[in-house]
Structure formats: structure tokens, C-alpha cells
């Protein structure tokens, strides 16, 4: 299966940060790729597909980059309701996700 | 309004079994790919399970496969995950999740998530 790699693993930043989390394969996925961001409690929600596309509803302050093995998510402007934890996944056959990036107030 | 809804968690011993139900509604259920992804208690999301639309093709992840069976009900809008041979290391919160733009049961995004069902397994 494809491993998934996120850095940080935990990310402490204020209101206004811009914020990068990175995801990395361990083989090339093209631009086969997701970012959910999570609150505790409750189901992740998308926002990012194909790499860089962003999903209908979610603020333009998100983007997404990469392709191949190395991707980043970007926060322009970090907000209150940011702080959650962020999760990638690649999308073949059998999905698998990073292992989360936590994104705290600083 | 896009909504599921699952059901059929519970407490299980090892070696038993439970089936999940995931209730699909404000969409063409069958137009779309369906998977189970679960979070054991403060873990990360695993993928479980994915069914085409038509339910002709299902995937598995290794650390279920030969136990636990996906199937759909297209006529009742219902996603459903039979799970057998329980372990401890399955406690987790199963969310069912629908493929955003595909029938096809790979390659696609999850754009709709339920709330999750928990299962613990233990004596």
C-alpha cells in the first residue's frame, strides 16, 4: 500500500498565520489526492481534491499544491474555526491517509 | 438535504459479529461509490471498505479482508458493512462516506460523511 507522510504532526499557530502542512508518498500518486480537516467529534469534512482543487463551500483562504510524492496544504490566514486536525489521503484502489497534523493555538 | 445516517454499533466480544447500516438520502444513491473509514478512539482515519455503484466491485483493506463484507441496497438508498471475526483492534467509530463525483469505487474524494457508529469490541 502507499504510505502517506505528514509533517508537522503538530502545528501551534495564531490568528492570521499562514500555515503549511506538507504530505509526502511513498511512490508517485500523480494528482490522486485529498485534504479533510477534522474538529473532535466529529465526521472530516473536504476540502481539497485533485490535488489543488477546492471543494464548493470551503473559503478560499485554503489552498493545495504538489503532485507525484510531495503535496502541501496552505492556510493564507489561519482563522479561529481552523484549529483542527488535518488529514490527507491518496486515492487509488486502496485509500490510505496521513496520520493527521494537529493544528493548535499558539 | 445530502445525508447518512448509520446505524448498528454496539458493544462485541471478540469473535462475534455486528453489520453496519448507513441510510443515504438527498442524492442519487446510486450513482455514487460508497466506503466505510473508521477512527479508532484518538487515532488517525483508516479506510475500511469501497463499493462501486452498482455494487458490482468492492475493495478492502488487508487488515479486513476475509471478515468483513460491503454491500448496498440500491432500492432502499442503504450501504451496509457485515462484520465478522471480530477483534479488539476493530473498536473504532465506522463513518460511511460518499464518493464525490464517482460511481466507479476508486480514484474519488470523500465529499459526504456521516456522523459515525461506534463499535468496541471486548469481553
Known amino acids: 500500500d502507499i504510505q502517506l507522510t505528514q509533517s508537522p504532526s503538530f502545528l501551534s499557530a495564531s490568528v492570521g498565520d499562514r500555515v503549511t502542512i506538507t504530505c509526502r508518498a511513498s511512490?508517485?500518486?500523480?494528482?490522486?489526492l485529498a485534504w479533510y480537516q477534522q474538529k473532535p467529534g466529529k465526521a472530516p469534512k473536504l476540502l481539497i481534491y485533485a490535488a489543488s482543487t477546492l471543494q464548493s463551500g470551503v473559503p478560499s483562504r485554503f489552498s493545495g499544491s504538489g503532485s507525484g510524492t510531495e503535496f502541501t496544504l496552505t492556510i493564507s490566514s489561519l482563522q479561529p474555526e481552523d484549529f483542527a486536525t488535518y488529514y490527507c489521503q491518496q486515492l487509488n484502489s486502496h485509500p490510505t491517509f496521513g496520520q493527521g497534523t494537529k493544528v493548535e493555538i499558539k | 438535504e445530502v445525508q447518512l445516517l448509520e446505524s448498528g454499533g454496539g458493544l462485541v466480544q471478540p469473535g462475534g459479529s455486528l453489520r453496519l447500516s448507513c441510510a443515504a438520502s438527498g442524492f442519487t444513491f446510486s450513482s455514487y461509490a460508497m466506503s466505510w473509514v473508521r477512527q479508532a478512539p484518538g487515532k488517525g482515519l483508516e479506510w475500511v471498505s469501497a463499493?462501486?455503484?452498482?455494487?458490482?466491485?468492492?475493495y478492502y483493506a488487508d487488515s479486513v479482508k476475509g471478515r468483513f463484507t460491503i454491500s448496498r441496497d440500491n432500492s432502499k438508498n442503504t450501504l451496509y458493512l457485515q462484520m465478522n471475526s471480530l477483534r479488539a483492534e476493530d473498536t473504532a467509530v465506522y463513518y460511511c462516506a460518499k464518493a464525490a463525483y464517482s460511481s466507479v469505487g476508486s480514484g474519488d474524494a470523500f465529499d459526504i460523511w456521516g456522523q459515525g457508529t461506534m463499535v468496541t469490541v471486548s469481553s
Open positions: 463499493i462501486s455503484g452498482s455494487g458490482g466491485s468492492t
Open positions: 511512490q508517485g500518486i500523480s494528482s490522486y
